[in-house]
């Protein structure tokens, strides 16, 4: 019978570290999920707010200065103030969140389209935008978020 005690495995250089980093990223992620949708989700929304409470401006605005295919201007209004108001709301509770990040993608395509006369910088927004979108639609919303509770839900046993 060997009565020699094993050696305990050695200190792996860094371990702690990584281990830090993995239950600091663990607990920021959901955050930072949080705050990606509700800083895209605010830009559409003010957008939206802001054709809402100035109804005959949009209705003017869509009817000489956009130029939105296939539809008449104002079903264009309506439809677009109805997509920035829903889209962000959807963004900001985390419901049926890739759909609406997919959803307000196409309305940014659409609006960099039909406004030719956006400018430099207000290309680089909707960019930025675009891109944000397109992570919430790979990654999802996050744990912080309606999808992910009801997710919960549907995997608990009755």
């Known amino acids: 019978m060997n009565t ?15 281990t830090f980093f993995l239950r600091l ?14 800083w895209v989700g605010y830009a559409f929304w ?3 707010w802001l054709k809402l409470n100035s109804w005959d401006s949009t209705l003017y605005l869509f009817q000489f200065e956009y130029a939105v295919p296939l539809l008449p201007s104002p079903a ?8 920035e108001m829903l889209g962000p709301l959807c963004l900001f509770l985390g419901l049926y969140a890739r759909t609406a990040a ?22 680089e927004q909707h960019r930025t935008w675009g891109l944000l979108l397109l ?5 999802g919303p996050g744990r912080w978020s309606v999808d ?7 995997r608990r046993p009755d």
């Open 4 to 18: 020699r005690i094993a050696n305990p495995a050695p200190a792996v250089p860094g371990k702690a570290v990584n």
């Open 25 to 38: 990223r663990h607990q920021l992620t959901p955050l930072a999920d949080l705050v990606l949708r509700a």
């Open 46 to 48: 003010i957008s939206g």
């Open 76 to 83: 264009a209004a309506v439809l677009a103030t109805t997509i």
């Open 102 to 123: 997919a959803l307000l993608f196409g309305f940014n395509i659409v609006a960099v389209v039909s406004y030719p006369q956006l400018g430099a910088a207000g290309l």
């Open 135 to 139: 992570v919430l639609m790979a990654h």
């Open 148 to 154: 992910a509770w009801l997710a919960q839900l549907r």
